[in-house]
């Protein structure tokens, strides 16, 4: 597929509002209107104040939403610091003819910065190219970075034998990792995180099914635990609605799970389900221990969640990307119109969020990194 590239692109002052939370859990001030176009930050602590610094900015790198309006933008998300470019999957894209299915594409997003010798970090232009996944990566959904390439999660296809976990190299084809439970398939493989003792976790939960592109499930919505150097499989987690994003705390000794509950694959919702993000201690073995409620969405559900150097979490949900502190605390809000699925950190500050028909660049505090690249 045709490249295609966006440049000079502006770079617009993000507005920042500090929000009194006594006046707006008392009715006393309306909630904030997040703007059709624009990013806005809300501010609830000083704390999320350092985060932000004094002049956050933010700038559109790709959009939809005046052509095709397909939702390109959707979940993975995967910056590689030593080419500079962002990775994305697309989200379930409706079949052009009645011969084809439903499919989904990763965008490869490369991008061009000003001169870093000024201290200048933005990206003016961005080239973009659409790729169908390689063979094996049946309806890629989440990713990670992975030696130099990306783990990325493949849902599967109605066909027995596919999904599972693969790695995707630079320039070689990609090679499969885990793709069944001890001869069951998964579910629809959605989110991975890779610990530092280069094990590999993962969610699976039932959307595939409900799109009508995957088989029925034949395993519970679990949480799994992988060793690419022995081979061992566990499942580490059950008891959960539909486990989606995953990540660690920067010590590895707490492990943070999305249930997006809530939202069910053929688009119902019901609001008395989780949009819940639960905590777990990562004990000696490994297990997962002290299972407890971290955080309940403010708009929406938490998708995917990602935690920077300090310990602080950041998910994005239906008003953007929420950021707690470790206590749980809601510390602030960075609103996106339509919300946020997933986002990465890039360089020095800086954040990728997905936002289905656009894709934003958001720079932040220089010392505000992610825990994952610690770039």
């Known amino acids: 597929m045709a490249a295609v590239t966006n440049a000079d692109i502006p770079v617009e002052p993000t507005i920042v509002h500090v929000v009194n939370r006594l006046a707006e859990s ?89 001169d870093r010798l000024s201290g200048d970090n933005n990206v003016h232009t961005v080239e973009w190219a659409k790729m169908r996944p390689p063979p094996g990566i049946d309806m890629p959904n989440g990713g990670v970075n992975y030696k130099d390439g990306i783990l990325f999660c493949a849902q599967g296809t109605a066909q027995t034998g596919t999904g599972g976990i693969y790695y995707m190299p630079r320039g070689k084809p990609p090679q499969a990792l885990v793709t069944n439970f001890h001869g069951r398939d998964f579910n629809s493989v959605n989110d991975v995180v890779v610990a530092k003792d280069g094990a590999i976790w993962f969610t699976d939960p039932c959307y595939g099914h409900e799109q009508d592109f995957r088989q029925r499930p034949k395993l519970p919505c679990h949480v799994y635990r992988f060793d690419p150097e022995t081979g061992d499989l566990r499942v580490m987690a059950d008891g959960l609605g539909r486990p989606n994003g995953i990540a660690f705390s920067p010590s590895e000794s707490t492990l943070y799970v999305t249930d997006t509950d809530h939202i069910h694959g053929d688009g119902s919702k019901d609001p008395l389900r989780a949009s819940t993000i639960y905590a777990f201690d ?4 490994p297990f997962l221990a002290n299972k407890r409620l971290f955080a309940f969405a403010a708009v929406g559900f938490p998708d995917g969640i990602k935690c920077d150097i300090y310990g602080n979490v950041y998910s994005g949900c239906g008003d953007g990307v929420e ?12 609103l996106v119109p339509g919300g946020v699925a997933n986002f990465s950190f890039g360089k020095d500050g800086e954040m990728f969020l997905c936002a289905e028909q656009n894709l934003w660049r958001l720079q932040l505090a220089r010392q505000t990194k992610g825990a994952l690249l610690g770039i």
């Open 26 to 114: 008392s009715g006393r001030s309306k909630p904030l209107q997040p703007s059709k176009d624009e990013l806005t930050i809300i501010q609830y602590s000083d704390a999320f104040a350092e985060l932000i610094g004094p002049s956050p900015t933010h700038s559109l790198l790709l959009s939809t939403s005046s052509n095709s309006k397909n939702p390109f933008f959707h979940e993975a998300c995967v910056f590689l610091p030593a080419h500079d470019e962002l990775y994305t999957t697309s989200n379930l894209l409706q079949a052009t003819s009645s011969s084809n299915f439903p499919t989904i594409l990763i965008s490869r997003v490369k991008l061009l910065r000003t």
């Open 323 to 334: 950021v707690w502190d470790s206590a749980g605390s809601l510390i602030g809000r960075i």
């Open 282 to 285: 990562v004990a000696p073995g």
